[in-house]
């Protein structure tokens, strides 16, 4: 009962932090605007100037939004696939999903010369990038859990995941070498990683299969606290793993496929955020963990956009980096402070 | 009749366990005819590689017999399905639980998870189980410890109070004595001697201290290479069922002590 209580209050100074990053964020960016019209316009009253409505409403606020279900999604899909494979080095990327993703779209878009003309341009439309991302994720992610119920040692289980991840690589590189240079730029660009590039139809879509995966990561809840004791004793606990398993592994494919699709490839939040998470709360108990690693990803993703934007600059860096950049050495000092890794 | 039937948990009748494969059928052992009752504690015993963990998973419905069938309260095991099969039956395995990070509460608290609800909050009266659990394996000490705290014979005795909070007629136990000391594996088995009197639970567990099973079990249940034999201790003894356990150049069996002799 008293750990409730300091649960709850914990949370409530989390999320505090989480508005305050929310607004730090969209405070900043290469046009400076006032605390009291970013206010105004944020409530729909005029601005002092009407540019400023216009940058906040249509390129900061779903910029935000964008960063908040960014962070939250993947460090939720790492938190899933951590305990699913019960190894803390378990993640989006290193189980090969985003590389998945990375292969769909590398297939979209430097493929496409294959297909010619008005075939090429449905498929490069932002709708066909998100399908075949989504696709490429949830097949990579199959495949790692074929293999898995084969081979029962975890360790040969993440170097299959890996294993997965040079093959898709390597046909990446290939496709490379035959694609044009244009195709090739947006292709980069993609793989940079950007959270200002969703429309408000982008970012409703994007919510809306965000949604349907968070709402299958919270009916997981139960089941990812019984596969803590291991699958043979949740097995005797009356667990349908295969059926648990899939669910995880859809709710994961879900999260990191869409967001991997429309933000690009956002490495280091999936395999950290819980990681942090478990520092801060030191607990096991999922209960309290998706809320933790929701709230902690969008605020971690919140910090890194407003980093990367550099703030009072025209430069925007690219996310991907910004992310490993900072988050990296905030895990490393977690882990060298504690002397021990909690899992 | 019908009371005697009643007092029965788990029956096996002409059990034949093995593997199956494309090819044949690799029989381990065959005509197992065991009953465990009601209130007792039951151990299991054989030379390694002899079948003990099969037929454990056999029970447990982890593999499925090759012929013969096993009835649990009557019903044929291969008609519960799993949540049902978790209300009658808990284990405590030889592997490790995957994340130590549990508290010892919340580890048995896992327990309760065919009773709770679908994000597996916690009734009072699952609360009341646990915390009974709890205090009949004497570790309301370590309630808010970490298991990456506990030793090895702690450790156990949590996962004990698991399967006792898993609320069921019948606990099995695999090797729960292994990587323990002399007193810790006694401790361990009179715990589970204690608690099937108490909880009038049937309790099957395998082990390799077979004269401190001799000691403490109500039955014994013994592998060996023609036959599986179930009987008192005692009249194990006086069979000579000990003899044929293991091979005779090594050790010899002593009648009067119930134990083994390294032979001089």
């Known amino acids: 009962m008293v750990d409730k209580k300091t649960y709850q209050f914990s949370f409530i100074i989390i999320f505090v932090i989480l508005i305050a990053c929310f607004f730090i964020n969209i405070s900043l960016g290469s046009v400076s605007i006032p605390l009291k019209d970013i206010f105004n316009s944020l409530i729909g009253y005029p601005t002092e100037q009407e540019a400023w409505q216009k940058i906040i409403q249509n390129y900061r606020l779903p910029k935000a939004l964008t960063a908040i279900i960014v962070g939250s999604g ?98 990446v590189s290939v496709l490379s070498y035959f694609g044009s240079a244009e195709q090739l730029q947006q292709y980069i660009f993609w793989g940079f990683g950007s959270l200002g590039n969703l429309s408000w139809e982008d970012l409703t879509i994007l919510l809306i299969i965000y949604q349907l995966g968070i709402l299958l990561s919270i009916f997981s809840i139960k089941s990812l606290n019984t596969l803590l004791l291991g699958e043979n004793y949740a097995k005797s606990l009356g667990l349908n793993i295969k059926q648990s398993r899939l669910i995880i592994i859809i709710a994961t494919s879900l999260l990191a496929g869409t967001i991997t699709a429309f933000t690009g490839p956002i490495a280091f939040i999936g395999l950290a955020i819980p990681h942090i998470t478990r520092q801060v709360f030191n607990t096991s108990n999922h209960k309290v963990l998706l809320p933790a690693v929701f709230l902690f990803g969008a605020i971690v993703m919140l910090i890194c956009d407003s980093i990367a934007q550099l703030p009072s600059s025209d430069y925007t860096l690219p996310i991907n980096a910004i992310t490993a950049l900072v988050g990296a050495p905030v895990v490393i000092w977690l882990l060298v402070r504690k002397r021990k890794m909690i899992f | 009749m019908a009371k005697v039937k009643k007092n029965i948990i788990l029956k096996t009748q002409d059990l034949d366990i093995g593997y199956t494969s494309k090819k044949e059928n690799t029989v381990i052992a065959s005509n197992i005819n065991i009953k465990l009752e009601s209130g007792k504690l039951i151990g299991l015993i054989g030379a390694n590689g002899i079948g003990k963990s099969t037929l454990l998973r056999t029970l447990t419905n982890v593999q499925s017999p090759l012929n013969g069938d096993i009835q649990i309260n009557g019903k044929n095991i291969s008609e519960y399905n799993p949540l049902d099969l978790a209300k009658v039956m808990s284990l405590v395995l030889t592997e490790q639980v995957a994340s130590k990070n549990l508290s010892v509460f919340e580890l048995v608290a896992l327990g309760r998870q065919p009773y709770t609800n679908w994000v597996g909050n916690l009734s009072e009266s699952d609360i009341q189980s646990i915390e009974k659990a709890i205090e009949q394996t004497n570790i309301t000490s370590l309630k808010h410890k970490k298991c990456f705290e506990l030793s090895d014979g702690q450790l156990q005795k949590v996962m004990i109070a698991r399967a006792l909070a898993q ?31 108490e909880t009038n639970k049937t309790i099957l567990f395998s082990s390799h201290e077979i004269d401190l099973a001799i000691q403490l079990c109500d039955n014994l249940i013994v592998m060996t290479d023609n036959e599986v034999v179930s009987d008192v201790p005692c009249n194990l003894i006086s069979k000579g069922t000990f003899e044929t356990l293991f091979p005779k150049d090594l050790i010899s069996f002593d009648e009067t002590t119930g134990s083994f002799r390294v032979k001089k």
């Open chain 2, 167 to 197: 609320d069921t007629d019948l606990i099995i136990l695999d090797e729960p004595t292994t990587h323990l000391d002399m007193y810790h594996k006694t401790y361990i088995l009179k715990l589970l001697q204690r608690l099937a009197k």
């Open chain 1, 74 to 171: 993947l460090g939720i899909s790492g938190l899933l696939m951590q305990t699913l494979f019960r190894n803390p080095l378990a993640g989006p990327f290193v189980l090969g999903i985003s590389s998945g993703a990375s292969l769909g779209v590398a297939l979209v878009i430097l493929g496409s010369g294959l297909f010619g003309g008005v075939l090429a341009s449905l498929f490069i439309s932002k709708w066909g990038i998100v399908i075949a991302a989504s696709l490429g994720s949830f097949l990579v992610l199959l495949a790692v859990l074929a293999v898995s119920i084969k081979v029962r040692d975890t360790m040969a289980i993440l170097i299959i995941g890996l294993m997965f991840a040079s093959i898709t690589a390597a046909i």
